[in-house]
């Protein structure tokens, strides 16, 4: 294959270059802090600093049980990045409450080390997608480094821990009251269950009902439920979104899923089935405008990489009649309710990822 990339000197903007590879060099830095990140959560690095305010690399070595000499370094790469603050003429380091909120505190809806896994994963991953990109084949989701499901449900966890039941479910007709008399619900394609979990805490005399493809996934959901003494209220099950009883739920979600399904329509035309006469299907997907040019962002730059390497690769191997992507946006999406027999669509919220709908017949 040829890669003559030869360009004509006399064509080049040398300050448009300058810039542009600047850009790149940055986004190169990125992925070297991203292990950083992920060392400072695993090794209690960030929360001890939260905790401790100004410390020197002796200071923190000694709190964390960590070798002084690597924590030296770390403490400075994050100091470079603008991660921790640094007092020069006392040589310690330190945290703003905003830094925190991002990096130290697990329960913030802001918190991002271990969404971190998941790029690690679409690294681990690059020989299964340099074959699938060739031949058009697809990749399923249990064929993944493990890290990706984990990456991916730590993302998603504390934003819908912040959000579902305070703000999405009661913006939807008539859901909240049903909840609290109890209904059945089913959270199709439930991941590690932490959706299914936050509704469970809020309505415990509703039933839920977790369904997932993934073996592994199911079994780390039935151990987040236990953990959360959920169990009671919530089951999980392994079955695939085409393919769980149809037995008459109150309300159906699908939480930034039906995207990564390939035959999307059939899956809300099942779904459509299995709802009771007044159930409500609520759908949660990556928040994106319906044309390319309105997702020239950095969500959309994070998003079209993961869809490329996971979402779009998971859809071809389920079947690949129709492959959203993560950036389906609201147009392709109401088309695919309307043909999967709902035709009452509306917006109720919406975050800087997530597009909330509630879908009725």
């Not at 850009?23 to 001890?48: C, E, K, P």
């Not at 640094?86 to 830094?99: N, P």
């Not at 009671?232 to 930034?256: H, K, M, S, W």
Request: net charge negative.
């Amino acid at each position: 294959m040829s890669t003559d990339t030869s360009v004509s000197t006399a064509a080049i903007d040398e300050a448009a270059l300058i810039e542009f590879a600047g850009r790149a060099v940055d986004h190169l830095a990125a992925g070297y802090l991203g292990v950083m990140i992920s060392l400072g959560a695993r090794l209690g690095l960030y929360a001890a600093i939260a905790d401790a305010g100004p410390v020197t690399s002796v200071e923190l070595a000694e709190r964390t049980n960590c070798a002084e000499r690597y924590v030296r370094d770390w403490l400075a790469s994050q100091a470079a990045a603008g991660y921790l603050q640094y007092d020069a003429e006392a040589r310690t380091f330190s945290m703003t409450s905003e830094q925190a909120m991002v990096l130290a505190v697990d329960s913030s809806p802001f918190y991002l080390p271990t969404a971190w896994s998941t790029p690690a994963a679409m690294w681990a991953d690059e020989t299964k997608a340099l074959q699938a990109f060739r031949t058009g084949e697809g990749i399923a989701w249990g064929d993944h480094a493990p890290r990706l499901a984990h990456g991916t449900a730590a993302f998603y966890r504390n934003g819908y821990r912040a959000n579902l039941t305070s703000q999405w479910l009661p913006a939807l007709d008539g859901v909240h009251e049903a909840l609290a008399r109890g209904i059945d619900v089913a959270d199709v394609g439930s991941g590690h269950g932490h959706s299914t979990i936050i509704m469970a805490e809020a309505y415990p005399t509703s039933r839920f009902h977790g369904f997932d493809t993934h073996a592994a996934s199911v079994i780390e959901a039935r151990h987040n439920a236990s953990e959360a003494g959920v169990q009671d209220n919530v089951t999980f099950t392994v079955a695939r979104a085409d393919e769980y009883p149809q037995n008459g739920f109150g309300l159906i979600c699908f939480f930034d899923a039906l995207h990564d399904m390939g035959d999307p329509i059939g899956v809300v035309r099942h779904a459509e089935a299995a709802l009771s006469p007044d159930g409500a299907l609520l759908l949660v997907e990556p928040n994106a405008g319906d044309r390319l040019e309105d997702n020239l962002n950095v969500v959309g730059q994070s998003y079209y990489a993961a869809s490329s390497m996971i979402c779009t690769a998971h859809a071809i191997a389920d079947g690949g009649q129709l492959v959203l992507g993560a950036q389906a946006g609201l147009k392709r999406l109401t088309a695919v309710l309307n043909a999967g027999g709902f035709h009452r669509v509306r917006v109720v919220a919406e975050t800087p990822f997530n597009l909330v709908i509630e879908a009725r017949r």
